[in-house]
């Protein structure tokens, strides 16, 4: 069992910057990806941006140049840094790890920006 434990929302101001964390449970498990998604108000969690243990990554284009993703593959850390927050890129966001074929889902953190 793997447990992820978020850091780094709140509120920001538009046009600033949040940097959100995300730390396994336990470093010495090998993780395959680990990632963030978002959830908006009554829809479906989608995906923000994903990071392999190869080094490759994967982001949407809502968020492409204003997002980066970037990973600790020794500590199995995930960091989100954003830049240029809009208010539509308010809601929660969820740290997701995959090991194996079993995924795992982080409390989830919430990022508001006010306009």
């Known amino acids: 069992q793997v447990q992820l434990v978020e850091s780094g929302g709140g509120l920001v101001q538009a046009g600033g910057s949040l940097r959100l964390s995300c730390a396994a449970s336990r470093s010495t498990f090998r993780i395959n990806a680990m990632g963030w998604y978002r959830q908006f108000p009554g829809k479906q969690r989608e995906l923000v941006a994903i990071?392999?243990?190869?080094?490759?990554?994967n982001t949407a284009d809502s968020v492409k140049g204003r997002f980066t993703i970037s990973r600790d593959n020794a500590e199995n850390i995930v960091y989100l840094q954003m830049n240029s927050l809009k208010p539509e890129d308010t809601a929660v966001y969820y740290c997701w790890a995959r090991r194996g074929i079993s995924g795992y889902w982080g409390q989830g953190t919430q990022v508001t920006v006010s306009s």
């Open positions: 990071s392999s243990s190869d080094g490759t990554t």
